[in-house]
């Protein structure tokens, strides 16, 4: 085989190369976000009362359809150096057709209440490494 031909033969090994490693990593799809953990806001409980998430995880509150009365979200307590405490609490009172998620970056513990039934409605949301 002449040299041209080996630099040809070479040339095109080297694209063939390049085109799988890029199709491969075009084709290999980024691993999709987990699933929220979703808390039912229902009259006068939140459902479960306590959950678990890893650090990174979100909780979704979803407002039941069989509610009489208005419900919120509000975080009573978060882990100390939490910042913006205000992005865990909903800015909407509502009664149904309403969902707050929030995703969890401090580890901690957070203790969240209805502001409307703060006896009632409490909810521990408890955040791992």
């Not at 808390?39 to 890893?54: C, L, M, R």
């Not at 910042?83 to 969902?99: C, H, I, L, M, P």
Request: a positive charge; one cysteine or more.
């Amino acid at each position: 085989m002449s040299r041209r031909a080996l630099l040809r033969a070479g040339a095109l090994l080297a694209a063939c190369v390049t085109a799988v490693a890029l199709f491969g990593a075009a084709a290999s799809p980024a691993k999709p976000p987990a699933k929220p953990t979703i808390v039912s806001v229902n009259d006068f409980y939140f459902g479960p009362s306590a959950v678990t998430i890893k650090k990174g995880g979100s909780v979704k509150w979803v407002w039941s359809d069989l509610n009489t009365y208005p419900h919120d979200v509000h975080l009573k307590k978060g882990p100390n150096g939490l910042k913006n405490k205000g992005y865990y609490s909903s800015k909407t009172t509502a009664v149904t057709e309403a969902q707050f998620q929030r995703t969890f970056t401090t580890p901690g513990t957070y203790k969240f209440i209805c502001t409307i039934h703060p006896t009632e409605m409490k909810l521990t949301v408890t955040v791992k490494k």
